[in-house]
């Protein structure tokens, strides 16, 4: 029980926490966000297959223009590419490529984790902690209870037969 009112007090904890994880978290995406941008990539040649555990990948050389000047690189495409094909990939103020910005709504997620993380670990915790004291008062008392025992059988009384 004492376990449980202990856990009990650190929700408002874990949720102020979570809170200030959500609003730093959604920050960070949303200026991920203001500085990643599409743009059109042109395969500049027959793209590949790239066999990957589970899955097949299909790559290709492309070209993109971004930030006043021209780009190239290997380009992630959603089937075997053909020299000339377009499709949209995001890219960064720099031109240079990157995945899409991660949506808002994860901070909601990540602010829920941690703040469930925090408090499975102090409840946890605090589980802990009981029981390495309640295991030193049981090893204190068995002690004490030797020592009695150990007293009575050194007076004779532990082996009076009345």
């Given at each position: 029980?004492?376990?449980?009112?202990?856990?009990?007090r650190?929700?408002?904890?874990?949720?102020?926490?979570?809170?200030?994880?959500?609003?730093?978290h959604?920050?960070?995406y949303?200026?991920?966000?203001?500085?990643?941008?599409?743009?059109?990539?042109?395969?500049?040649e027959?793209?590949?297959?790239?066999?990957?555990?589970?899955?097949?990948?299909?790559?290709?050389?492309?070209?993109?223009?971004?930030?006043?000047?021209?780009?190239?690189?290997?380009?992630?495409?959603?089937d075997?590419?053909?020299?000339?094909?377009?499709?949209?990939?995001?890219?960064?103020?720099?031109?240079?490529?990157v995945?899409?910005?991660s949506p808002?709504?994860?901070?909601?997620?990540?602010?829920?984790?941690?703040?469930?993380?925090?408090?499975?670990?102090?409840?946890?915790?605090?589980?802990?902690?009981?029981?390495?004291?309640?295991?030193?008062?049981?090893?204190?008392?068995?002690?004490?209870?030797?020592?009695?025992i150990?007293?009575?059988?050194?007076?004779?009384?532990?082996?009076?037969?009345?």
């Amino acid at each position: 029980a004492g376990v449980v009112r202990a856990a009990g007090r650190w929700p408002p904890v874990a949720g102020a926490i979570g809170t200030s994880v959500h609003d730093a978290h959604a920050r960070l995406y949303a200026e991920e966000a203001h500085h990643r941008h599409q743009v059109i990539a042109t395969a500049i040649e027959d793209g590949a297959v790239v066999p990957h555990p589970n899955t097949v990948l299909f790559t290709v050389r492309a070209k993109w223009s971004a930030a006043g000047h021209d780009h190239s690189g290997i380009v992630a495409w959603a089937d075997q590419a053909r020299a000339g094909e377009q499709r949209d990939i995001w890219v960064n103020d720099q031109g240079e490529q990157v995945g899409p910005p991660s949506p808002l709504s994860r901070a909601v997620d990540d602010a829920v984790a941690i703040a469930v993380l925090v408090w499975v670990g102090v409840a946890a915790a605090a589980a802990g902690s009981v029981y390495v004291v309640r295991r030193w008062l049981d090893r204190r008392r068995y002690l004490q209870w030797d020592r009695e025992i150990n007293a009575c059988a050194g007076d004779g009384w532990a082996n009076n037969p009345s």
